[in-house]
């Protein structure tokens, strides 16, 4: 059973810039896409960005040029990188396989504020 834990958030400003990490362990990692999903108060997680096992990379069209996803099979990482952020892109982040197959991890909060 793969296990997963995000890190990296925090306060940042609008325009800012943040990487999240989300290391999985257990199960066969190399093996699964992986996503990295949101959920901002009173709304539905959704999805932002995935990346299958062979590193093709799709993203939500909110984040589309601002949002790099990438994964490092041999750290059992994934990351996302966030750049121009704003303050809609405020919410819990989270990663999970796509579509979303195990627990969810507690996700890292990310706030985009001035």
């Known amino acids: 059973q793969v296990q997963l834990v995000e890190s990296g958030g925090g306060l940042v400003q609008p325009g800012g810039s943040l990487r999240l990490s989300c290391a999985a362990s257990?199960?066969?990692?190399?093996?699964?896409?992986m996503g990295w999903y949101r959920q901002a108060p009173g709304m539905q997680r959704e999805l932002v960005a995935r990346?299958?096992?062979?590193?093709?990379?799709n993203y939500e069209d909110s984040v589309k040029g601002r949002f790099t996803i990438s994964r490092d099979n041999a750290k059992r990482t994934v990351y996302l990188q966030m750049n121009s952020l704003k303050p809609e892109d405020t919410a819990v982040y989270y990663c999970?396989?796509?579509?979303?197959?195990?627990?969810w991890g507690q996700g890292t909060q990310v706030t985009v504020s001035s």
């Open positions: 257990g199960g066969l990692f190399s093996f699964y896409a």
């Open positions: 990346i299958t096992t062979g590193g093709n990379t």
């Open positions: 999970n396989l796509t579509p979303p197959g195990i627990d």
